[in-house]
């Protein structure tokens, strides 16, 4: 499919396509902007928890007395007594071989993760709050830690539940087509076993939750910072044996979320807990060491992968055993299955696969519980893939951009559905590739690199592939019983008597601009100018039913239902415009600010002047119009989805003496589907990059043998900056989805995806593929080993 | 992370900051710029019943020039970004102020301060180093008492000094090697003849260093080395001056060769363990890059660019 250069706006008459400035940024660029610390009531009492030193150990007892008699300390509870308030927290899940297991909300009998918490403190502030948590004395009695997967997996290994054996949350196996008789036809079979690490998400705004019970109504309200208010309320209901219209969940706005705020927390039910118990506002704002030690966790994967072709380097089939480090507690609503299943589903790649298949166990372990991270399974599973693609390459002595060219899917095979059940329904993967080998000087580059080898400096390029699947509908997931999670999203939109528009979503937001992009959406729509609307989410009680933000849904899912809502406006506007103008209602139309006759286009009438007769505030409307401009809708994203693709291409720079590896390019092509505002599209493309190459080089969660976490700060967990990036380059390609409403995909996790294994490919590719990459972060040491081990034999210097 | 609960006293004078030091110690804790004290504060692992701040104490933030003795001298109180910014350290000891640059980012180098980062003594840290290569020493006071010592004697272990719980450092002094120690109009010194390197490996700009070098020679006009001094950050629990490396350079020309010895002798004095950010050998490996590179970089800094303009 062609590339689409997108017109300048000003030749632009839609406001989708447009790059407008985002509505939210003066709040949030002048400090206006109100965070979940910003909310204080009256007569509120601040927690603070108790957490576990040890990675797994019994409770013997627990202590409150102390605490309990500190000046300003007004309430604790340990495990036993919190759970005489509210049941824990129970996540099902269908896939055959899954146990459920309990996640407390605070430890019963035993501790599963350091960090875990044990017994709350409820004060007259935090500080008295961390006070008394100094002064509860808790009998722990360790027990054997199981931090890793290799350790879990071990025959030997403790048990982390009791209800599961092995440590094994579960253990599927599914095999499509027939692999072993499409091995025999392969010339070439390459395998590795690859390990990403375990990542934190790391918003800004860690995460927090204020609860209060009205007595009188018997009502809650919870302001949270959370990227899934509809969910949050359907756990708490359940954990808190209140029916869900009783619940009100709520956000100011949110710092950042990433995944690590689209989970129920334990911490959030204990605060509703309590605010019931005690009927008063109960607050908690979770601190950084709380937020790395407690929160979620992300994307820990062993994967061994085995890719086997043809003389020609076509694909014949893949084999997968994959195991994801699920941590202590299964968590609500994803369990470790979302990371494991989307994993062996989308490891197929932006190629064509028949025979596949795979094992795929989640496994629990004395560790913080896993839960989503941007990308969720795809940055692992890219890397797996294309590093492999990579050492296909190397074994044919092809280059590598040759294998790809020969495997990706091309214009002819949409749409196609991967075996797995990935919807590729349109794209551009190898005009993208092309592209990008255009863009990055591909063959100017191998004739410097070769300068420079000779100048004693180690220059690689790598490249990764990759379909980003988006915005699952709801006829996927019901085999999976996620019955909290709703897979639709909703939309109202409402034209007040002076002709503005307020449009509220189930979205929710967590800094991407939807306030902007879904009010684009509207504003083409209802001919309203994108200043007079306005957009509110994040709210179960201003929002239709719906799911909210994670899985890069928002543009499609979202953006469809207030599509379809403000169609019904439009629909009426239409008709009011035509009695108004003494039409029929074939013979109008609607443009920008009005609704116009399509025979005489100089007779219009405003749209402003419509909402108001509509409102009956003058005028008249036609029989039977209800009065008032107001419409709900739902949207059910395409059932299987739809796919963005995109490559992502870096150069990179290896110190041989230190391993440092610095970045000097870094390129993304990527096809998104139509894009609302090209703008908000980079800014998610680059902070994804950033967050990518964090993952290649930088960050990693560390546990010691002993389930200790060890670099629960920002001084040693490292998050890249400015200074550790280079400029990010994009190129757009625009191939509108024919499955979605306005033929947008989603766009939100992409950036992430293809750092890991486009890094490493350059990494290899700068030390001569002399040595292999197979563990995610690289760090200068472990580069640096990768180079002495490569001297004996294959010396790289 | 939310600090204990602890009184706050800010004296005007230093005489009132030593009495109520002295009053309350050993539970008292010295409040400087707060870069490393607030954070350990609010993780609750040091919890002093007493906070002296010396933030509004008057005349602990000068920067001045000792012509006799070739010494930069800092009040404790000098922010980094001052003492990084200052003509007279960027003129007299432009090493000084390269280093700093590697301490943290600005808004830490604008809060953090001399005497804060000599006294917290994290050995990762370039003051440290600073004060071990340039033959510094601290001033510490206390009520009735005031001694001085060197970085040899005041550093002790990781993260620990020789400052008793009553004593401020005052001051510190940091001598800048000069071959002939001519004063130039301007009044900032012009040491000749010395030229001087420094290397640092950091995961991320801004962050501790796994390891930093920093070294000044001396090289004649036969090309020799005459005089030599090299420090390391991260090569042990407090900063390391390598003697033996440095007595091995003097009477040779530069050369690969004798660099990589050097390296290897700066290394072999260095105490290094694992960590979370490096093993032990990766760390050595490091440290002995980092000093070919800034021996390299000393020989490549030529007399026009020697210490001090
Ligand atoms: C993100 C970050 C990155 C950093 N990176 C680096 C880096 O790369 N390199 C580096 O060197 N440092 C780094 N630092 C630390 C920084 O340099 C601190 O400023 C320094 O360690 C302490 O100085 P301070 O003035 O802030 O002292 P404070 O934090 O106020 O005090 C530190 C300790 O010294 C004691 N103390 C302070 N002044 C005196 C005195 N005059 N007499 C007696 N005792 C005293 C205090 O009681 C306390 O125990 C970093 C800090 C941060 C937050």
């Known amino acids: 499919m062609a590339r689409v250069t997108v017109p300048p706006a000003s030749v632009r008459e839609t406001f989708v396509g447009r790059s407008v400035q985002r509505k939210e940024d003066s709040r949030f660029l002048t400090g206006a902007a109100r965070y979940l610390g910003d909310v204080s009531l009256p007569r509120m009492l601040h927690v603070a928890f108790v957490r576990s030193p040890y990675a797994h150990a019994r409770v013997r007892s627990v202590s409150l007395e102390a605490a309990l008699g500190l000046r300003g300390v007004v309430a604790a509870y340990t495990g036993p007594q919190i759970h005489a308030l509210a049941r824990p927290i129970r996540t099902p899940f269908g896939a055959a071989s899954y146990r459920e297991t309990d996640y407390p909300l605070l430890a019963v009998e035993k501790v599963r993760f350091a960090g875990e918490p044990v017994a709350v403190i409820v004060a007259e502030s935090r500080y008295v709050a961390e006070d008394g948590v100094g002064l509860v004395r808790v009998d722990y009695e360790p027990l054997d830690p199981v931090v890793s997967i290799d350790s879990a997996i071990a025959p030997s290994a403790p048990l982390v539940h009791a209800e599961l054996p092995g440590n094994l949350y579960c253990d599927e196996r599914q095999e499509y087509g027939d692999v072993d008789t499409a091995k025999a036809r392969a010339a070439y079979v390459v395998e590795g076993t690859f390990r990403s690490q375990r990542s934190a998400a790391v918003p800004l705004e860690c995460r927090g939750a204020l609860a209060r019970y009205d007595a009188g109504t018997g009502r809650l309200t919870l302001w949270t910072s959370t990227q899934l208010p509809h969910v949050v309320r359907y756990g708490l209901a359940e954990c808190l044996g209140m029916p869900e219209d009783q619940i009100h969940v709520l956000s100011p706005d949110v710092g950042g979320g990433f995944g690590n705020k689209a989970s129920l927390a334990p911490e959030q039910v204990v605060v509703s807990a309590i605010a019931r118990d005690l009927q008063r506002p109960i607050k908690w704002i979770e601190d950084r060491l709380e937020n790395f030690l407690a929160s979620s966790h992300g994307q820990e994967e062993r994967i061994w992968l085995r890719l086997s072709a043809d003389i020609h380097g076509q694909f014949l089939a893949l084999e997968a055993d994959i195991i994801v480090n699920g941590g202590a507690y299964s968590i609500f609503p994803d369990t470790p299955l979302n990371e494991l299943l989307n994993c062996a589903g989308c490891i197929v790649g932006p190629y064509k696969f028949a025979h596949y298949r795979y094992r795929a166990r989640a496994v629990a372990t004395t560790t913080c519980p896993h839960g989503p991270y941007r990308g969720v399974a795809r940055p692992p599973a890219n890397f797996a893939l294309e590093r492999l693609v990579n050492i296909l390459a190397a074994r044919m002595r092809v280059d590598p951009i040759d294998v790809r060219r020969r495997n990706l899917l091309s214009a002819e095979d949409f749409p196609y559905r991967t075996v797995t059940g990935l919807e590729r329904d349109s794209g551009n993967y190898r005009e993208a590739l092309e592209l990008a080998v255009q863009r990055l000087g591909y063959a100017e580059f191998r004739a410097r690199q070769a300068e420079w080898r000779a100048q004693g400096r180690y220059v690689g390029v790598g490249v990764a592939c990759f379909a980003e699947e988006c915005a699952v509908g709801t006829v996927k997931r019901q085999p999976r019983k996620l019955y909290s999670i709703a897979g639709y999203d909703g939309a109202r939109v409402r034209v007040d008597p002076h002709g503005r528009a307020i449009v509220f979503s189930s979205a929710a937001g967590s800094g991407q601009g939807h306030e902007t992009t879904l009010a684009q959406l509207a504003a083409d729509e209802l001919g309203i100018p994108l200043e007079d609307i306005t957009v509110r989410s994040n709210d179960t009680e201003v929002a239709p039913y719906g799911m909210g933000s994670t899985g890069s849904r928002t543009a499609v899912s979202s953006g469809g239902a207030v599509v379809l809502a403000a169609r019904k406006i439009r629909e009426q506007l239409l008709l009011l415009g035509a009695h108004v103008l003494n039409e029929s209602r074939d013979n109008v139309a609607i443009r920008p600010g009005s609704v116009y006759s399509l025979r005489d286009p100089s007779r219009s009438v405003s749209i402003q002047r419509l909402a108001w007769v509509a409102h009956r505030k003058e005028g008249t409307i036609p029989p039977g119009f209800e009065p008032g401009l107001e419409a709900v809708a739902f949207y059910d994203p395409p059932a299987y989805g739809v796919s963005s693709n995109a490559v992502h291409a870096a150069i990179v720079e290896v110190d041989p003496r230190t391993g440092r590896v610095t970045l000097l390019r870094y390129l993304v092509v990527e096809d998104t589907g139509r894009m609302i505002n090209p703008t908000i599209v980079e800014g998610q493309v680059k902070g994804g990059v950033a967050q990518g190459v964090g993952k290649a080089l930088f960050e990693e969660v560390l546990y010691d043998e002993t389930g200790q976490l060890v670099n629960a700060s920002f001084m040693d967990f490292l998050v890249p900056t400015a200074r550790e990036l280079c400029r990010i380059e994009v190129e757009h390609m625009e191939t509108p989805s024919p499955l979605t409403l306005g033929g947008m995909k989603g766009c939100a996790e992409g950036g992430i995806i293809g750092g890991p294994a486009a890094i490493g490919n350059a990494i290899v590719d700068a030390l001569q593929g002399r040595a292999e990459v197979y563990e995610l972060p690289f760090t200068p040491e472990k580069v640096w080993k990768l180079v002495r081990r490569a001297t004996p034999d294959s010396p790289v210097l | ?309």
């Open chain 2, 1 to 309: 992370m939310k600090p204990p609960p602890f009184k706050y006293i800010a004296p005007r004078s230093l005489d009132e900051a030593l009495a109520a030091l002295r009053e309350c110690s050993p539970d008292a804790k010295v409040l400087a710029g707060g870069q490393s004290l607030v954070p350990l504060l609010n993780f609750r692992l040091v919890q002093p019943s007493v906070l002296v701040d010396l933030n509004g104490v008057s005349g602990l933030d000068s920067i001045t020039w000792d012509p006799e003795r070739s010494e930069l001298v800092f009040g404790a109180m000098v922010r980094q970004a001052d003492a990084e910014r200052s003509p007279l350290v960027r003129g007299a000891c432009p090493l000084f102020a390269e280093a700093l640059r590697h301490v943290g980012h600005r808004a830490i180098r604008n809060r953090g301060t001399i005497g804060g980062s000599l006294a917290h003594a994290d050995p990762s840290a370039e003051l440290p180093l600073l004060l071990a290569l340039l033959d510094g020493r601290v001033r510490l006071l206390s009520v009735g008492r005031d001694r001085w010592l060197g970085a040899r004697d005041f550093f002790v272990s990781y993260l620990t000094t020789a400052l008793r719980p009553d004593e401020i450092l005052v001051e510190a002094r940091f001598r800048v090697p000069c071959a002939t120690g001519r004063t130039a109009s301007t009044g900032v010194p012009r040491p000749e003849a010395y030229r001087w390197g420094f290397m640092e490996f950091s995961r991320r700009a801004g962050d501790f260093a796994l390891a930093a070098v920093a070294t000044v020679l001396r090289i004649d006009r036969a090309g020799m080395i005459q005089d030599a001094a090299i420090a390391v950050a991260g090569g042990g629990p407090t900063p390391v001056r390598a003697s033996r490396a440095e007595q091995t350079l003097v009477g040779y020309p530069p050369s690969t060769h004798l660099f990589a010895e050097a390296a290897h002798l700066v290394v072999a004095a260095c105490e290094v363990e694992d960590d979370i950010h490096a093993s032990a050998e990766y760390r050595r490996e490091l440290i002995g890059v980092l000093v070919e590179r800034a021996l390299n970089q000393a020989v490549a800094h030529g007399s026009a660019d020697v210490c001090g303009v």
